[in-house]
């Protein structure tokens, strides 16, 4: 399936930017503010994205703009600062993980989400069975594998696109975020598919960095 979605240009090399222009007659975009009023009544998953730096660090941030893109093939998207470290990690190694954290996580979605030295010194982290990704194996409670696929500026971010190749999943309660403040999924935990019961049997160097 990945050689009929190759890594794409896009994901080496800087895209032009997605611009729009408002007509002098035309409607006014909403103010910032009201924006972020709307998207806060709008709870999401919480989930942490990984991937790996030029020096082989490990370089993550908290997000909650997932959101599946098709099921054949498998493709995700998510938006990242386009400025920020952890996309250009991610431009430079092709490939990310995408952590679900469960609700008992919220440490972790908080430090991933403020300008914190060294994330990953905070956190329980291994490399991912078939990638060798960033894996916060003791947060999420399911952990897609993500090649590349395409990259598009819009704004201040960067929208990503990638293939999902391996995951990682356990019976979890997830966690999420709205109105500014943090939950538990009301439904409950949610299991796991039966041939992905239960965390994969990774050894510590086991999987190489796919960067």
Known sequence: MASRL????????????VRWETADDGPAPLPVNDFRSLMSAFPAGVAVVTTHGPDGDPRGLTCTSLASVTAEPPILSVCLTTRGETLQALRGCGAFAVNLLHERARH???TFAKPVPDRFAQTVWRPSPQAGLPWLSEDAFATAECQVVHLAEVGDHTLVLGLVTGLVQVTGTPLLYGAHRFASWPGGAVPAPRHLAGPAPVRAGAAESPC
């Open 108 to 110: 972790t979605a908080e």
């Open 6 to 17: 190759p890594l794409s240009p896009a994901a080496r090399t800087a895209p032009p930017p």
